[in-house]
């Protein structure tokens, strides 16, 4: 299948700093791509979905100015997310989709820790 | 609205015992698809199966099979013979075509002891 990497795999951050994590499709172009945060033992969320060059669709509850979402190209998107506090500890994972599949395909996964 | 219930939070077996996991969904597009994955500790999300809303054929991937069932809106994943390399959490998920993006169950996290 197709590859989606995510960097960084881990990342560990100070209270108030912001983090940015990348999703790049290295074979294919992702028209689409989706951010989903999973809590510890719990199934994964959606948070928004991004399309190429276009403003990202959050779902209820995301805080937009929180969490970023930019995917100015068709194989990178990116979430930043800002002021971070120890309550967006989580782990972070990735989805791109070309335009004319259905399937998703999953980056590695970002963990956030924020002390 | 799309929705996927996996009612089964925990199950544990033994080594060699054949194990069930249950998924039942919820669309109201008859163009959808279906999917399993695997996430082992590691965190990463291991695809292992894509099923169309007009395929209902059974399928059998070596000690996997997945059951679909239309009439009951079920994918059901079971396992022959589960090994330790089992253990891990499984997800069920929905992706249909009016709606752009793929939800995920609850999971079920399955333990296989020696």
């Known amino acids: 299948g197709a590859v989606v990497s995510q960097h960084p795999s881990r990342v560990i951050c100070k209270s108030g700093t912001s983090v940015k994590i990348e999703c790049r499709s290295l074979?294919?172009?992702?028209?689409?791509m989706f951010w989903y945060r999973q809590f510890p033992k719990k199934s994964l969320m959606l948070m928004a979905t991004s399309n190429e060059g276009s403003k990202a669709t959050y779902e209820q509850g995301v805080e937009k100015d929180k969490f970023l979402i930019n995917h100015a190209s068709l194989t990178l998107s990116t979430l930043t997310v800002t002021s971070a506090h120890p309550e967006d500890s989580s782990f972070y994972i990735c989805?791109?989709?070309?335009?004319?599949?259905?399937?998703?395909?999953f980056g590695q996964g970002t963990r956030l820790t924020v002390v | 609205a799309q929705k996927v219930t996996q009612a089964q939070t925990e199950i544990s077996v033994v080594e060699k015992e054949d194990v069930t996991l249950d998924c039942v969904y919820e669309t109201r597009d008859t163009t959808y698809y279906l999917f399993w994955y695997k996430q082992p500790p590691s965190g990463e999300l291991v695809f292992l199966i894509r099923r169309n809303s007009f395929d209902e054929q059974n399928e059998i991937s070596g000690r996997y099979s997945w059951n679909f069932q239309k009439s009951t809106s079920s994918f059901n994943f079971t396992i022959t013979a589960s090994q330790v390399v089992d253990s891990a959490v499984y997800f069920c998920?929905?992706?249909?075509?009016?709606?752009?993006?793929?939800?995920f169950g609850a999971g079920t996290r399955l333990t296989v002891k020696p």
């Open positions: 998920a929905l992706i249909s075509l009016s709606f752009n993006d793929m939800r």
């Open positions: 989805s791109a989709r070309s335009g004319g599949n259905t399937e998703a395909f």
């Open positions: 074979d294919f172009q992702a028209t689409t």
